[in-house]
């Protein structure tokens, strides 16, 4: 069977974009909530936008927690995207408290309560590497990505961080350990420089 | 650091553009999607359409543009107009468009913002505001193109607005839209000093100093254009190249 990319829709959120993107830089974007089809992928993306809770009771419902567990242990190339990204964590104290995936330690927290600080951060912010990423190969460190959230990650291990932005904090953007990676960002709504990382994301997949 | 955003606005009548985009280049001048795509050449950060279709049949029409802009082109779009109900913010976030503006049925339905924004968050759901002056610092929430009066002042109805679920607002000054002599300041300093979501500054603009104006002294997060844009008095670019030799911090 033809290579694919599962991009797994899990209610959270329009995938046309993610997935068009996807394929325009040459990846085979399946959208699919089937464990299946997950599990026989080539390379899994987790896109999505709203809140964390939702997102949990969403995959816990589609039977998805294990399935994704596996997916990132498996040694597949696995992104995560926005609220993907958030919810590759071990917990998030978005309304409440709430046990993400946990496949990268870590948690998640709301932006501060500063004067001036709008939140959601919406709109281009700069990206700056910290570590060598392949998904950032060819990607101009301080390049501007389109962000929309309200909630970031924090990492137990600096090491799992791959670029760092600022607002109000400077917070991890991107994070990455072997074959898992994710941004907070949307590369699908990035222009140009979102295209290129979803283009290497294509590549490692290609290997 | 957060760039301030600059966002042409196309408006859509029947699935065709409206105001003349003058694209010599483009095969069809009048295709959303052909002028949704020269902005993002041209470096636009984000695009708005607003449906002006009269017609409700042919308002499905505008579901078509949506999804074909979003396979095409890869920068945020949020679409307006004519919104009413649930149904049609699915539909259109279905399309594509990656957020709504809701501005009249809001006002009859607050419940709406609420609603959705449980529904689809926060991010995706805009409160459109036309606001004009009706005494000295005071503002008020006009309908139907600026005819209906509500009797709601505007700063209360964006705290509103924030309240309810929305996870930004777009304000439009009625006196100044179509003037081409700026963004109403005070106005937009007032809304945006107000929320803690971002707000999009919308009529009045006619150069480069009226969008400096706004996102300095008028504390706004971005600024929404159409006609300097469609008669191509400046491209995306021209007016981030001038706006970046201000000192503000754009994308480019």
Redo the contacts between chains.
């Keep these: 069977m033809k290579k694919y990319i599962a991009v797994v829709d899990f209610g959270m ?2 995938l ?2 993610a997935s ?2 996807l394929d ?1 830089v040459g990846g085979n974007a399946v959208v699919t909530e089937s464990r299946r089809l997950i599990e026989d992928a080539s390379a899994v993306v987790l896109p999505g ?3 964390f809770s939702d997102a949990m009771k969403n995959l816990k419902k589609l039977r998805l927690v294990d399935t994704l567990r596996a997916a990132a242990a498996s040694g597949k190339p696995f992104l995560g995207i926005c609220i993907g990204l958030q919810l590759l964590y071990s917990k998030s104290e978005e309304n409440g408290s709430w046990e993400g995936l946990d496949i990268i330690p870590g948690r998640v927290v709301r932006f501060p309560e500063e004067k001036g600080l ?9 990206v700056y590497k910290t570590k060598p990423c392949p998904l950032f190969n060819g990607v101009k460190d301080g390049s ?1 990505f ?5 909630y970031y990650g924090i990492p137990d291990k600096r090491g799992d961080i791959a670029a760092t932005t ?2 109000g904090v400077k917070f991890a953007s991107a994070i990455g350990r072997d074959n898992v990676s994710a941004v907070q960002f ?1 590369p ?4 140009k420089a ?2 290129t990382i979803l283009s290497n994301f294509v590549k490692m997949v290609k290997q | ?5 600059i966002i042409p606005c196309l408006d859509v009548k029947d699935g065709q553009v409206v105001k003349g985009v003058k694209f010599l280049e483009l095969q069809k001048a009048g295709d959303p999607v052909e002028s949704a795509s020269e902005y ?1 050449r041209q470096g636009g ?1 984000e695009l708005v359409f607003l449906d002006i279709t009269a017609s409700h049949e042919k308002r499905k029409i505008m579901i078509d543009v949506v ?1 074909r802009t ?2 095409t082109i ?3 779009l949020t679409v307006g107009g004519g919104i009413k109900t649930v149904g049609d913010i699915r539909a259109l ?6 957020k709504v503006s809701i501005n009249t049925a809001a006002i009859e339905n607050p419940d709406i913002i609420s609603e959705s924004s449980k529904l ?5 759901i805009v409160t459109a505001i036309d606001a004009k002056k009706v005494s000295n610092e005071k503002w008020e929430i006009f309908t139907h193109g600026g005819r209906n009066r509500t009797g709601i002042d505007a700063v209360k109805w964006a705290k509103k607005a924030v309240k309810l679920g929305s ?2 607002i777009l304000l439009t000054s009625m006196d100044a839209d179509g003037t081409k002599k700026g963004y109403d300041i005070a106005l937009t300093k007032a809304i945006s000093e107000s929320v ?3 707000v999009i500054a919308s009529g009045g603009a006619g150069n480069v100093e009226h969008m400096y104006e706004v996102l300095t002294k008028g504390k706004a ?2 600024v929404l254009a159409a006609s300097i844009f469609h008669y191509k008095e400046y491209t995306v670019k021209k007016v981030k190249q001038e706006l970046r030799k201000l000192g503000v911090n754009v ?1 480019i």
Excluded at chain 2, 120 to 124: A, L, N, V, Y
């Design positions: 959120g329009n046309l974009s068009k993107a325009s936008v709203g809140a709008k939140v959601p951060q919406i709109g281009w912010n700069n501007f389109y962000f929309v959230h309200s600022e607002y949307h699908e709504k990035s222009q979102g295209l | 650091m957060l760039a301030k955003r993002d950060d999804r979003a396979s890869f920068i945020p976030l279905n399309a594509g468009a990656d689809f968050g926060s991010q995706c996870g930004e803690n979501v971002p997060d971005a994308r």
